[in-house]
């Protein structure tokens, strides 16, 4: 697997894989996941987007957006055929790797809160929960990893 920085014409393979991925989501949250409420013109645009790809295909995107005191991990997605066999654990490694890059020691990422896999994922791998924000039409976990020093 090898990772590279996403352009324009990568958009479209983008949303197929964030369609893709989230599709389970969408079942157990009851609502549209919010990545896929995205416009990705803006996101190329506006984040720093990583794609994993394998030998045959895309395999995983990580979305980023650098914020003054952290980074936010807006997306981490990957392919259903995919998913277990380390893809995301590479991409939340290149999440570190890039905030410490950009002198940030936090990481921050937010999820729905019925997605508690999801959640234990992540608290494998570091994060804890910060709060619970309740929208019109979901609840949200906000959760945070602080990063020690390289």
């Known amino acids: 697997m090898t990772l590279?920085?996403?352009?324009?014409a990568d958009i479209p393979s983008i949303l197929a894989l964030q369609q893709a991925a989230y599709a389970r989501n969408?079942?157990?949250?009851?609502?549209?996941p919010m990545p896929?409420?995205?416009?990705?013109?803006?996101?190329?645009?506006?984040?720093?987007i990583w794609l994993a790809e394998g030998t045959d295909a895309l395999e995983g995107?990580?979305?980023l957006q650098a914020r003054p005191d952290d980074l936010l991990v807006w997306s981490v997605a990957v392919t259903p055929a995919s998913q277990g066999s380390g893809v995301g654990n590479k991409l939340l490694a290149?999440?570190?790797?890039?905030a410490r890059a950009l002198n940030r020691s936090r990481l921050r990422l937010y999820t729905g809160e019925p997605l508690t896999g999801n959640i234990a994922w992540y608290q494998r791998h570091g994060f804890v929960c910060e709060r619970v924000e309740r929208l019109c039409d979901r609840r949200i976990v906000h959760m945070v990893k602080d990063l020690d020093p390289a």
């Not at 590279?4 to 324009?8: S, V």
């Not at 969408?26 to 549209?32: A, M, N, P, S, T």
């Not at 896929?36 to 720093?48: F, K, N, P, Q, T």
Request: proline share 3%.
């Open 4 to 8: 590279r920085r996403a352009g324009p």
């Open 26 to 32: 969408r079942d157990i949250l009851g609502v549209e």
């Open 36 to 48: 896929l409420l995205a416009d990705y013109a803006d996101i190329v645009a506006s984040h720093e």
């Open 61 to 63: 995107v990580l979305i």
């Open 94 to 98: 290149q999440a570190e790797h890039r």
